[in-house]
């Protein structure tokens, strides 16, 4: 109950009405600062919603089932594309290897690998076969698939002359590079065999990086070598050879390879304080005598990581967004995906700026590929729980699971940090989603638990049901809002809001804004 003295100035001439609007969302989730203390670009939860566009946020795409391949877990995928063949999506799934050419049913090839083990897939080039792929889990023997065939893949055997048995591969200036025990081996340049193509007494470079993580080769400037406890570069001669000298770029390591993507000019990768960038860290460093990891803000999501399980993320750069999988909590498989969006670069502060970043609550990714089907590259996924392959980032539910978006924002003081607050509305402004969709609408009150205002309902009521007599007048019904009223809860000095949307949509769910109005009590020095 509002006391007197606070109902005779909320309704006072002399009492100002101060507004306040936030429809912009894209300086991401922020943990790292208190609320009250994050910009009005960010929210202290962001979860399963778009915030690439600003000016409003779009509840995200979701998972659209490819197949089911079975109750084994998935822990490979790859997009492979040879030159004059035809193009194939590669799962590995428990012991299984099965392939898909964008359209029909998967197909069994392979059935013998060791189960549960993070699996590198690299495109290779051959002087007799032209494009194959190469099979790593780092505990079985390197795997051969030929282009168009692919029912008897080659075992490539673990000797002098074979490529060695590490999930650290890549494919550079024709030739197969393996990194293994602090040693970066390469193949002879455009073999007809690699059963035959290594000499690992001779041909490799000591490089201390520690555990073997990934190679990830950069067009014209090398190859990145990650290790667990450093990151070392080698620009290789076309003959490689004693001139050619690894230098060290980081004094710390990679700790899942699979993290590892090029993102423009820079690779990212996880790094045991966060999400960083190899060369933006080298640059920070040499400039500014210091280094934020990529992933500052979230700092309660890095706090909640699952680092005994850490070898199983794996992260992919698509549609100018960095997706990276992890696990959190007590999960035991990749629970939970980071969306980072490169070009939303956000400025705390002391010379910290770093991408935006939304999260992803309900995907269990256990590997990423880009894939093309009739010419479009998409993104597909396979669960880290089953043989289930997605493409992800389509349709409007998880495999047909309603998505549950949440955004929490700032915790406002109308820049009167001192005043305490009485009084007012909250709107919600969206766009009209179908019927049966709703927004659940709270607010919490100088930090404590939210409270509910009611629900905003997202079918539109002024839109014409044909068929109808022409001509007619348009409405707008493309934009629903509602107000609801704050008077019964009482005096504050922060109210923060939070919307949620759980439905089963399928018209897209936006939230264009959401406006406040108060009254200010007069101050009083108690």
Same mark, same amino acid.
Do not use: C, H, K
């Given at each position: 109950m509002i006391p007197s003295k606070d109902l005779v100035q909320y309704q006072g001439q002399d009492d100002p009405l101060t507004p306040l609007r936030r429809d912009d969302y894209s300086g991401g989730e922020n943990t790292r600062q208190h609320a009250s203390k994050i910009l009005p670009n960010q929210g202290e939860t962001i979860e399963n919603w778009d915030i690439g566009v600003p000016g409003q946020i779009r509840k995200i795409l979701g998972l659209t089932l490819v197949e089911d391949l079975g109750s084994d877990a998935g822990v490979g995928l790859f997009g492979f594309d040879p030159d004059g063949g035809t193009p194939i999506l590669v799962a590995v799934h428990g012991q299984k290897l099965e392939t898909w050419p964008g359209t029909g049913t998967f197909t069994e090839k392979t059935t013998d690998f060791t189960t549960n083990l993070p699996t590198t897939i690299i495109k290779a080039g051959e002087s007799d076969e032209g494009d194959v792929f190469l099979v790593s889990n780092g505990t079985d023997n390197v795997h051969r698939y030929e282009q168009g065939d692919y029912t008897a893949p080659q075992d490539l055997a673990d000797d002098n002359t074979s490529p060695p048995k590490t999930t650290a591969l890549c494919y550079y200036r024709n030739r197969v590079w393996g990194l293994k025990t602090n040693l970066l081996y390469f193949s002879d340049a455009y073999p007809a065999d690699?059963?035959?193509a290594f000499d690992r007494t001779a041909n490799a470079f000591r490089v201390p990086v520690g555990t073997a993580k990934a190679l990830v080769p950069i067009?014209?400037?090398?190859?990145?070598?990650?290790?667990?406890?450093?990151?070392? $570069?080698? %620009?290789?001669?076309?003959?490689? $050879?004693? %001139?050619?000298?690894?230098q060290k770029i980081l004094d710390f390591g990679c700790v899942a390879g699979n993290t590892c993507a090029q993102v423009g000019d820079d690779v990212w990768f996880l790094a045991p304080d966060g999400l960083r960038g190899v060369f933006r860290t080298q640059q920070d460093k040499i400039q500014l005598g210091q280094s934020f990891p990529l992933s500052y803000l979230l700092k309660s999501r890095h706090e909640n990581i699952n680092w005994a399980q850490i070898n199983k993320a794996t992260a992919v750069y698509w549609d100018n967004k960095y997706f990276i999988a992890l696990s959190t909590g007590a999960a035991t498989y990749n629970n939970q995906v980071w969306v980072f969006y490169p070009s939303q670069v956000v400025n705390v502060g002391n010379n910290i700026a770093v991408p935006a970043a939304m999260v992803i609550t309900d995907w269990n990714v256990a590997a990423w590929a880009k894939f093309k089907v009739n010419n479009e590259e998409r993104l597909y996924a396979i669960d880290s729980t089953t043989g289930h392959v997605y493409r992800a980032w389509y349709g409007n539910t998880n495999n047909g699971t309603a998505i549950t978006a949440t955004v929490a924002g700032r915790e406002e003081n109308f820049d009167q940090p001192l005043n305490y607050k009485v009084g007012g509305e909250l709107e919600v402004e969206a766009e009209v989603a179908g019927s049966g969709n709703t927004m659940a609408v709270s607010v919490a009150l100088d930090g404590a638990s939210f409270l509910s205002l009611g629900t905003l309902n997202l079918t539109s009521t002024t839109a014409p049901t044909l068929p109808i007599n022409l001509p007619f007048s348009l409405a707008d019904s493309y934009v629903v809002r509602d107000k609801y009223h704050l008077e019964s809860l009482g005096r504050y000095k922060t109210i923060q809001p939070k919307i949620v949307n759980s439905d089963s949509n399928t018209d897209p769910v936006v939230l264009y804004g959401i406006n406040f109005t108060t009254f200010m009590e007069e101050y009083e020095n108690e």
């Open positions: 690699y059963a035959t067009r014209d400037t090398g190859i990145l070598i990650m290790g667990a406890d450093q990151v070392w $570069g080698l %620009n290789p001669s076309f003959t490689p $050879g004693a %001139n050619d000298e690894p």
